[in-house]
Nanobody
Framework: VQLQASGGGLVQAGDSLRLSCAAS????????VGWFRQSPGKEREFVAA????????YYADSVKGRFTISRDNAKITVMMRMNSLKPEDTAVYYC???????????????????WGQGTLVTVSS
């Protein structure tokens, strides 16, 4: 599975962005997908994840209510809508895929086997 994240950019606080994670590989629909982010000097942190069926989604407390993750298995794409962006959301955002995460590990970066190259989101105050 190869992943490519896109949609980042420079926005002002309160604006919205939509990130996309495009995948190659016909088995993508069987993978859970997560979004993570990393800012300079900080560890990579979990943002959101969605099960392969789309039936369950998970969010970090810091983005709950503002970000929405969704997927279109027909288009082998996972999207994340980010509303009410804050300066602290500034980071490189990565999408990742896994076939082995369980509830207790879906927020853990090491549970993911495939990673995209990242897309930079900068939120100015």
């Amino acid at each position: 599975v190869q992943l490519q994240a896109s949609g980042g950019g420079l926005v002002q606080a309160g604006d919205s962005l939509r990130l996309s994670c495009a995948a190659s590989g016909r088995t993508f629909s069987r993978y859970d997908v997560g979004w993570f982010r990393q800012s300079p000097g900080k560890e990579r942190e979990f943002v959101a994840a969605i099960r392969w069926s789309g039936g369950s989604t998970y969010y970090a407390d810091s983005v709950k209510g503002r970000f929405t993750i969704s997927r279109d298995n027909a288009k082998i794409t996972v999207m994340m809508r980010m509303n009410s962006l804050k300066p602290e959301d500034t980071a490189v955002y990565y999408c990742a895929a896994t076939s082995r995460a369980i509830l207790s590990t879906i927020r853990v970066p090491s549970s993911y086997d495939y990673w995209g190259q990242g897309t930079l989101v900068t939120v100015s105050s």
